[in-house]
Each structure stands twice: as structure tokens, then as C-alpha cells.
T-cell receptor, first 114, second 115 residues
Framework: DAGVIQSPRHEVTEMGQEVTLRCKPI?????LFWYRQTMMRGLELLIY????????DSGMPEDRFSAKMPNASFSTLKIQPSEPRDSAVYFC????????????FGPGTRLTVL | AQSVAQPEDQVNVAEGNPLTVKCTYS??????LFWYVQYPNRGLQFLLK??????LVKGSYGFEAEFNKSQTSFHLKKPSALVSDSALYFC?????????????FGGGTRLMVKP
């Protein structure tokens, strides 16, 4: 299996622009998670899905952030409009629905907002 | 609510010496415990987990962790450290009463192994 795939790996944009991050989970994994990692705040869970349905989005910072999972093999995290404080590494992870299911992480997208 | 504490921001050890990275947790129900490693500019990589059974869990790259229920701890260990083990290590937990598969991660411990 190719593992969790994220694109792009790096994104540089200007403040006010729309940014879309993409994720393809491991085939057969019913759970999908979006995290953000910064030096100041560490690793934060933004939102997670079960069977394509958002379950908990309490970690989404504000209305500028939105996430969708239109099917079992694809999810997007969108920031509109982007701000410099959104600069971070964004990770996607997926897991099986079993008790104690291991989350497997993608390589991340490094976002820089100028 | 569930929480994880990694009390050390950084652990320094000489190559060849044993290493320990500490983790304590708080959950409702039985704990499912995980260790991940992150190398520079990479995603988190799964090392090992405790779900049930033997308290000593063996994982990748010679790492092991010991589950201690009375002390609510799950310390990561390795008998002989390598320079290549230098990385950021995360402990994570999920309680069996937690309906989703959501993990709570600790703040991370940076391991520095010096030659």
C-alpha cells in the first residue's frame, strides 16, 4: 500500500488567497484525521471523519477553515482567506475502525502564507 | 477527557547508552497507548502500541515500552541508543470509553543521541 498521500508537499501563498490541501487515505480505512503542527502549539487535531462524515470539528480554528470528504478516498482542507498565522505543517492521517486502531500519517503539507 | 504528559522537552543520551522517554496519561476506561517518531521534515511514524496483554510491548527499531497501570505510565525505552534515533517522539492515548478513534497526543520529547 502506498500509505497516506498528501498534496502538495509544499505550498507558498500570499495572504488573502485560497489554499486547498488534499489527502488520500489508506484504502479501507474508515477514519480520516486532519492535524496542524506548529512550534508554538505542537500537534493539534483540527477535524476527523468517520465513513466520510465529519464527527468532530471542534479543533477547526475559525470559519476560514473548512474540510470535506466527498468519498472514501479523498479529503480536502481549505483555508479561505489565508493568513500568515496559518503557516504550519498540515498532516492527514487515517485508521481502521477497530478498537485501538493505529493512525497512519501522511508526509504533510508545509504551508507558508506570506 | 483524556490527556497525555511528556514531562521532558528534551532527552540527551550518549550513543550506546540506554534511553528512556517518559509518558504519563489520564483516560476514562482502559487505555490504548501509542508511540510515534518524527524525523525532520517527515510525518509521524508509528513505533508501537499497547492495547491489552503483556505490559512490555516491542516495536520498530529496537524500541520497547512498558505499560504500568498503577502509575498510569507508558515509558519508551531502548537498551542501546543510536545517533540515528535522534528525533521527536510523541506519546498518544485513547480511552476505551472514547467513542471515536481520536487520539490525544503529548507535546513531544526531542531525543538527542550524541556520538
Amino acid at each position: 500500500d502506498a500509505g497516506v498521500i498528501q498534496s502538495p508537499r509544499h505550498e507558498v501563498t500570499e495572504m488573502g488567497q485560497e489554499v486547498t490541501l488534499r489527502c488520500k487515505p489508506i484504502s479501507g480505512h474508515d477514519y480520516l484525521f486532519w492535524y496542524r503542527q506548529t512550534m508554538m502549539r505542537g500537534l493539534e487535531l483540527l477535524i476527523y471523519f468517520n465513513n466520510n462524515v465529519p464527527i468532530d470539528d471542534s479543533g477547526m480554528p475559525e470559519d476560514r477553515f473548512s474540510a470535506k470528504m466527498p468519498n472514501a478516498s479523498f479529503s480536502t482542507l481549505k483555508i479561505q482567506p489565508s493568513e500568515p498565522r496559518d503557516s504550519a505543517v498540515y498532516f492527514c492521517a487515517s485508521s481502521l475502525p477497530t478498537a485501538g486502531g493505529t493512525q497512519y500519517f501522511g508526509p504533510g503539507t508545509r504551508l507558508t502564507v506570506l | 477527557a483524556q490527556s497525555v504528559a511528556q514531562p521532558e522537552d528534551q532527552v540527551n543520551v550518549a550513543e550506546g547508552n540506554p534511553l528512556t522517554v517518559k509518558c504519563t496519561y489520564s483516560v476514562s476506561g482502559n487505555p490504548y497507548l501509542f508511540w510515534y517518531v518524527q524525523y525532520p521534515n517527515r510525518g509521524l511514524q508509528f513505533l508501537l502500541k499497547y492495547i491489552t496483554g503483556d505490559n512490555l510491548v516491542k516495536g520498530s527499531y529496537g524500541f520497547e515500552a512498558e505499560f504500568n497501570k498503577s502509575q498510569t505510565s507508558f515509558h519508551l525505552k531502548k537498551p542501546s541508543a543510536l545517533v540515528s534515533d535522534s528525533a521527536l517522539y510523541f506519546c498518544a492515548v485513547r480511552g476505551s470509553y472514547n467513542a471515536g478513534n481520536m487520539l490525544t497526543f503529548g507535546g513531544g520529547t526531542r531525543l538527542m543521541v550524541k556520538p
